[in-house]
């Protein structure tokens, strides 16, 4: 496992970033390193006004996942000055995993057990909550291969959820990563069980009022709506740029990876139903 967080703590993204077409004005082209001089997309991306800028927002989205996680964010707000420091440097200077996770477990973060994610999900695993911000996007072309997906030209086609993630110990039995993604999304996947009750319930209610004939087609309609998860299909899941296997224990993508202010960020790829 500390071989999985090592490699993952190490990685890295080529990243080139080049001055809008349309604020151009000399020639050669100014090299790549600048996004926009002027009508900076505020609505999209957060400015960078220097390194404590960076700093404090990761602070703040460390005090979110405390809170989500122990329902307070105490540990993080009682850290002692060099604690604090010390732990921004070890993001800071990518590689230095051994300083982060010394410091780190004193915020006594944790929200998954060792030994279930080490048995191969036979084991128990604390009851827990994990903080997950997940990035959807939603597709109505069928694709094989992403290369082949139609492009992303606009933010808007992207979902942007906070969410956190249900996790109760049951002997025998492991949550998935399809588990996971599925409860963080019940607008698309909803609990078929609890919606049978629902239809149950509502075809003794409406049986009196209607005729047959009307009330089968009044709750035919009413489950078509209730299951968009027959027409939904996950296509994509990538966590830390890796497209991890959806029957892996989500306790080891929790353990292995999350970011260090403590959340786990998903980004998923959904086919749906075309809108007519």
């Given at each position: 496992?500390?071989?999985?967080?090592?490699?993952?703590?190490?990685?890295?993204?080529?990243?080139?970033?080049?001055?809008?077409?349309?604020?151009?004005?000399?020639?050669?082209?100014?090299?790549?390193?600048?996004?926009?001089?002027?009508?900076?997309?505020?609505?999209?991306?957060?400015?960078c006004e220097g390194?404590?800028?960076?700093?404090?927002?990761?602070?703040?989205?460390?005090?979110?996942?405390?809170?989500?996680?122990?329902?307070?964010?105490?540990?993080?707000?009682?850290?002692?000055?060099?604690?604090?420091?010390?732990?921004?440097?070890?993001?800071?200077?990518?590689?230095?995993?051994?300083?982060?996770?010394?410091?780190?477990?004193?915020?006594k973060l944790g929200?998954?057990?060792?030994?279930?994610?080490?048995?191969?999900?036979?084991?128990?695993?604390?009851?827990?909550?994990?903080?997950?911000?997940?990035?959807?996007?939603?597709?109505?072309?069928?694709?094989?291969?992403?290369?082949?997906?139609?492009?992303?030209?606009?933010?808007?086609?992207?979902?942007?959820?906070?969410?956190?993630?249900?996790?109760?110990?049951?002997?025998?039995?492991?949550?998935?990563?399809?588990?996971?993604?599925?409860?963080?999304?019940?607008?698309?996947?909803?609990?078929?069980?609890?919606?049978?009750?629902?239809?149950?319930?509502?075809?003794?209610?409406?049986?009196?009022?209607?005729?047959?004939?009307?009330?089968?087609?009044?709750?035919?309609?009413?489950?078509?709506?209730?299951?968009?998860?027959?027409?939904?299909?996950?296509?994509?899941?990538?966590?830390?740029?890796?497209?991890?296997?959806?029957?892996?224990?989500?306790?080891?993508?929790?353990?292995?990876?999350?970011?260090?202010?403590?959340?786990?960020?998903?980004?998923?790829?959904?086919?749906?139903?075309?809108?007519?």
């Amino acid at each position: 496992m500390e071989e999985a967080q090592k490699y993952v703590w190490e990685g890295a993204i080529p990243l080139q970033i080049h001055l809008h077409e349309s604020e151009v004005t000399t020639l050669p082209t100014p090299p790549p390193a600048l996004v926009h001089f002027r009508g900076y997309p505020s609505n999209i991306l957060v400015p960078c006004e220097g390194e404590d800028s960076v700093k404090w927002s990761f602070i703040n989205s460390l005090k979110e996942a405390a809170y989500i996680i122990n329902g307070n964010c105490k540990n993080v707000m009682n850290m002692s000055q060099p604690d604090q420091v010390e732990l921004w440097r070890s993001v800071l200077n990518a590689g230095n995993l051994e300083a982060y996770v010394r410091i780190s477990s004193k915020l006594k973060l944790g929200t998954v057990g060792d030994e279930y994610a080490d048995s191969g999900g036979q084991g128990q695993v604390k009851t827990g909550r994990v903080p997950v911000r997940l990035y959807v996007w939603s597709v109505s072309e069928d694709f094989d291969d992403l290369e082949d997906a139609p492009q992303i030209d606009s933010w808007d086609k992207i979902s942007y959820i906070n969410r956190p993630v249900e996790i109760h110990g049951e002997e025998g039995n492991y949550f998935t990563l399809q588990d996971a993604v599925k409860s963080i999304l019940p607008e698309y996947f909803p609990n078929k069980s609890s919606t049978n009750e629902e239809s149950s319930r509502d075809e003794d209610e409406n049986e009196q009022k209607v005729p047959s004939e009307e009330g089968e087609k009044y709750l035919s309609e009413n489950v078509e709506s209730f299951y968009p998860s027959d027409n939904v299909e996950i296509k994509l899941v990538r966590i830390q740029g890796i497209e991890p296997k959806m029957e892996i224990p989500f306790s080891w993508i929790v353990k292995n990876l999350t970011n260090p202010e403590h959340y786990l960020h998903i980004c998923v790829c959904l086919k749906v139903p075309q809108v007519l």
